[in-house]
């Protein structure tokens, strides 16, 4: 009873219930209206106030030279030591498949047997490190050495890649 009073008087008065606020819209959806209104024209009016078409070139320009000196830089690098790899190692075999969470790359090693306490280089497209053999395992089981045809886990300190080759450093 009480409610259709206060109803009654607020229509009497003029007086109008409070609108409820819109819900903020996230940026995208706002585009995405503006597409269906097709003020896309306005959007990129802004834009293009604010940084005019030739510094865009500029920057682009400026851009893709930077990306051209990275690649350039991100060459294979000499072997460490300044030895070559025909030289003074010997091809042990090539990674079959790299586990990061445990840094655990499988080898299958084709010509050379490998042995715990050996240094290896490690080489490929954007990996080359040498490294001092700590653990060697075949199915889960600790071995001193693995010869030829065997895949075998050798735990790494930095990251390999498949198709990466291994090396046995002489001397």
Known sequence: MLKKIIKVL??????????RKAKRRSPRSKISIL?????VSSVRL???KSVPKKQILRISRKASSSVKKKLNSSKKKPIPDGSSKKDSSELIGEVTHYFPKIMV???KVQNVAIRVRDEVLIR???TDFKLK?????????DVAVATK???VGLKLNQQ??????????NG
């Open 35 to 39: 597409k269906k209104k097709k003020k």
């Open 10 to 19: 607020k229509n009497f008065l003029g007086v109008r219930p409070a609108r």
């Open 133 to 141: 053999v700590s653990s060697l395992q075949i199915e889960s089981q």
């Open 124 to 126: 490929g497209k954007n």
């Open 149 to 151: 045809g065997k895949l």
């Open 105 to 107: 790359c499988v080898v």
């Open 46 to 48: 802004k834009v293009k």
């Open 160 to 169: 390999a890649h498949v198709g990466d080759k291994i090396y046995k450093c």
